[in-house]
């Protein structure tokens, strides 16, 4: 059975924890709202947690495409951190443009969660950083999450792939390398780490409007990944 940490007994609360891709731009949908529409189609009782209820309009105006689906309104709720490398999560960043502030020790005194999606690592190797810093950010954040939730179900993502030039690219195929490996080292029978790939089958030149984020074609790929994922997680219990 699932260790929840949450009170609610039958409610799943499901924390959505990453960078731009998870936060998205204010005039898209973000893959958490097809995600949300199925999670409501399976009647599965569920909340998104999070610090964070906007997108952000740095870059865009309008309104997210996100309209009430079966009687109701999308859950907003995300720690999804436009800009922030996985290194940023534990740190902390001061407000920045609406990308938020805080760290993750500090968000997770404000909600309980069960099961976490995490796809981080995208900015870091845009600054160059190498696999093993990477590696120990990815860590640090599986650790903050089991200190607050020894039961924690942890779903990692395989990045999905950015087309801003060939180091980048081959950068991003090693970090996913590596993370395959830090999902089998961290995994545990009490608090599973979960590898959910991303990364292949994800077209930049069709998933993407700007080759590192995902258009509503793209959204969709990675709202299936992760209900599959879920699924999978929920039903393994």
């Keep these: 059975m ?15 924890l990453g960078d731009s891709i998870t936060q998205a731009e204010i005039n898209r949908a973000s893959f958490r709202y097809p995600l949300w529409k199925k999670l409501i189609d ?24 996100q309209p009430d689906y079966k009687g109701e309104p999308f859950d907003k709720d995300h720690e999804g951190h436009f800009s922030w490398a996985a290194s940023d999560i534990i740190i902390g960043r001061n407000p ?8 993750l020790s500090q968000w997770l005194q404000d909600y309980d969660f069960d099961i976490v ?12 950083q190498g696999n093993a ?15 607050d939730n020894p039961g924690a179900i942890i779903l990692l993502a395989q990045a999905i792939p950015a087309a801003r030039n060939d180091a980048i690219a081959k950068a991003l195929v090693s970090m996913n390398e590596m993370i395959r490996e ?3 080292e961290m995994n545990t029978s009490e608090s599973p780490v979960i590898l959910v790939d991303q990364y292949t089958g994800f077209d930049v030149a069709k998933d993407s409007y700007d080759g ?8 969709e790929k990675m709202a299936q990944r992760w209900f599959e994922a879920i699924q999978a997680a929920i039903q393994a219990l």
């Design 2 to 16: 699932l260790a929840r940490a949450s009170t609610e007994e039958n409610v799943l609360q499901i924390l959505i």
């Design 42 to 65: 399976t009647e599965i009782q569920f909340d998104f947690v999070g610090s964070m209820q906007t997108q952000q309009d740095k870059y865009s105006k309008g309104t997210p495409p």
């Design 96 to 103: 920045n443009n609406g990308t938020g502030s805080g760290n």
């Design 117 to 128: 999606l995490v796809h981080l690592g995208t900015n870091d190797v845009f600054r160059k």
């Design 133 to 147: 810093h990477i590696a120990g950010a990815l860590k640090a954040v599986i650790e903050t999450l089991r200190s």
């Design 182 to 184: 830090l999902v089998e």
């Design 212 to 219: 590192v984020h995902p258009n509503a074609l793209g959204e």
